[in-house]
């Protein structure tokens, strides 16, 4: 059996490729022939088809569209004897062609640079469905020059469509520095290329289409289930809220059927409950009504953040969860104040109920939690910390991920945590989580204290 052997393409045809070509025994050809003993004719049909075939055989085996991008360029400007090949697909809406590869131009214009159809010598191939020829483009009218993309050193260009099922899918594009006249046989060469390639390059393209429409489907699915859970953290906070009340009301009302008191004080204090208790319930008619107001997932705009008293916001948000925290010991410690920072004073609170109530599950009944608030520099921290069992290393990181849990108890869905470092992060700052000292639990927020 003879050895694959080198063929070098003859110099007296440009439009071969100006790389060496292994032969083998291809499809559609004796494996005994010797390119020597053929006439000259035979011979680069020969070379022709056998570098079709390698071409063939390197774009099918590419794993990604990038590497088949490559592989296309860089085998069509061979093939062409040419300086720089160019891509183009057409647009889905068939206005026009956008680069897709390049090996000459400028990479950073791919996607970018693009000719409406009819328009340039491109365009006009995409368009009219035949190849174009210009022999040298700074005269010729028909040639469109692109804003951004460097063409100026080029001379000629061939323009040859891609045509699969009948239906352009996008346009070859081979040009050279020096003037070159493209001959016949070299056009016919390149749209046979194009021809062998327009399938490979389109089923790629609804593949990576497929591809990216299943990740973004799987995308959007984690997103909905992701607002779900915050959501519903958002409405378990006022409820909790509100139940508490319910509690103290109830307990009161047993206290005046037993002894029958009417004392002015207690009949403030429970007037007192179920105003707060009210206004709980207007909060959860808020949050459906902005649920109703944006349904989308996850708005992405950047909240206005100001400069805000820290120590507010968690005097105001203690007063607030009050109800729920009532079996635990609060205390609240400043270095200065005002203790200000750039935030959102109305996200820093659902982040401080996010903490406050995670802290409330898991200490102790009469256990302290206490908040610390302290300036370093141009960072403003917040610690809130609890006696409760604390959080094994190897979870400090997991924990605030989505419905993740360190038990298999029923307190809550595993998202306070995932919502409120999401929240610090959303105002430029962070949260960690840290050893208590002798034991428990430390979250320490950290913000800017802006310009």
């Known amino acids: 059996m003879r050895q694959p052997s080198t063929i070098p393409i003859p110099e007296v045809d440009e439009g071969v490729a100006a790389t060496p070509i292994t032969r083998t025994s291809g499809l559609g050809r004796p494996a005994s022939a010797d390119p020597e003993t053929l006439p000259a004719a035979s011979r680069r049909t020969l070379e022709e088809l056998t570098f079709l075939e390698e071409v063939a055989r390197l774009a099918t085996s590419t794993r990604t569209w990038d590497e088949l991008m490559v592989t296309i360029v860089d085998r069509a400007r061979a093939a062409s004897a040419a300086d720089v090949c160019s891509l183009y697909l057409l647009d889905r809406d068939g206005s026009g062609v956008t680069l897709a590869a390049t090996n000459g131009l400028d990479k950073h214009q791919i996607g970018v640079a693009r000719l409406p159809l009819g328009v340039g010598l491109t365009g006009i191939a995409a368009a009219t469905r035949t190849p174009v020829v210009s022999e040298n483009v700074h005269e010729d009218p028909r040639f469109a020059w692109i804003r951004g993309v460097d063409q100026a050193r080029f001379t000629s260009m061939c323009s040859v469509p891609l045509v699969w099922n009948d239906q352009v899918v996008g346009v070859l594009n081979v040009q050279t520095v020096p003037r070159r006249a493209f001959r016949p046989a070299d056009v016919r060469f390149l749209e046979t290329l194009a021809a062998l390639l327009a399938g490979i390059v389109e089923k790629g393209r609804l593949q990576r289409e497929a591809e990216a429409q299943v990740e973004s489907l799987r995308a959007i699915d984690e997103a909905r ?29 047993k206290r005046v059927e037993t002894n ?10 429970a007037a007192e409950w179920e105003r707060a208790a009210l ?17 989308r997932v996850f708005p ?3 909240p206005e953040l100001h400069a805000i008293d820290v120590a507010d916001v968690v005097d105001a948000t203690l007063a607030e969860l009050r109800p729920i925290l009532r079996r635990h010991r609060l205390a609240a410690t400043f270095t200065e104040r005002p203790l200000r920072a750039t935030a ?11 903490l406050l109530e995670n802290a409330a599950k898991y200490a102790p009944r009469d256990g302290r939690i206490d908040i610390y608030g302290w300036r370093s520099d141009t960072t403003v921290s917040l610690a809130v910390t609890d006696e409760g069992p604390g959080i094994p290393a190897q ?9 993740v849990r360190l038990d298999d108890s029923p307190r809550g869905a595993g998202i306070g945590l995932f919502a409120a470092r999401r929240l610090a992060r959303t105002m430029g700052g962070d949260l960690r989580v840290e050893d208590r000292v ?4 430390q979250f320490v927020l950290e913000l800017s204290t802006g310009p």
């Open 225 to 253: 289930a992701s607002l779900v859970a915050v959501v519903t953290h958002e409405l378990r906070t006022p409820l909790a809220v509100v139940r508490a009340y319910l509690e103290l009301l109830g307990d009161r009302a």
């Open 260 to 269: 029958g008191s009417r004392d002015a004080p207690e009949r403030s204090e």
């Open 279 to 295: 206004e709980q319930v207007d909060r959860l008619d808020q949050t459906v009504d902005s649920i109703l107001a944006s349904l």
């Open 300 to 302: 992405s705009e950047t």
């Open 344 to 354: 959102s004073a109305h996200l820093l609170g659902r982040l401080l109920s996010y």
């Open 395 to 403: 979870w400090r990181d997991r924990i605030f991920e989505p419905f």
């Open 438 to 441: 002798p034991a428990g639990s």
